[in-house]
């Protein structure tokens, strides 16, 4: 399987920006999707996640009311939305995909079997 990230760029704060992951090659059946990031000399954070249906989706607490997650499984697509962005957004944002039997959504980093390369997010202030 293999994800790739679009849409990262510079922005000011207080703007949106909207990332894009596809997925192709021997992609699982069932499979949950998720976004991390990373800044620099910190360690990779859980942003958010959405379940195989898109019936289930998880925020971390950064992210409750600024960012929302959706899929589109006919395209292999998860999307991104980030309105409302701060400085302390800046990072490298990761999608991530992991196979899975039920609906649900998974926030741990180590979940995750399949990573993109990422897409850097800067938000100047």
């Known amino acids: 399987v293999l994800l790739g990230e679009s849409g990262g760029g510079l922005v000011q704060a207080g703007g949106s920006l909207r990332l894009s992951c596809v997925a192709s090659?021997?992609?699982?059946?069932?499979?949950?999707m998720g976004w991390f990031r990373q800044a620099p000399g910190k360690d990779r954070e859980f942003v958010t996640s959405?379940?195989?249906?898109?019936?289930?989706?998880y925020y971390a607490d950064s992210a409750k009311g600024r960012f929302t997650i959706s899929r589109d499984n006919a395209k292999n697509t998860v999307l991104l939305k980030m309105n409302s962005l701060r400085p302390e957004d800046t990072a490298v944002y990761y999608c991530?995909?992991?196979?899975?039997?039920?609906?649900?959504?998974?926030?741990?980093?180590?979940?995750?079997?399949?990573w993109g390369q990422g897409t850097q997010v800067t938000v100047s202030s």
């Open positions: 991530a995909a992991r196979a899975s039997d039920t609906d649900s959504y998974y926030n741990i980093t180590n979940e995750y079997r399949y």
């Open positions: 090659g021997r992609t699982p059946s069932n499979y949950a």
């Open positions: 959405i379940s195989w249906k898109g019936q289930r989706t």
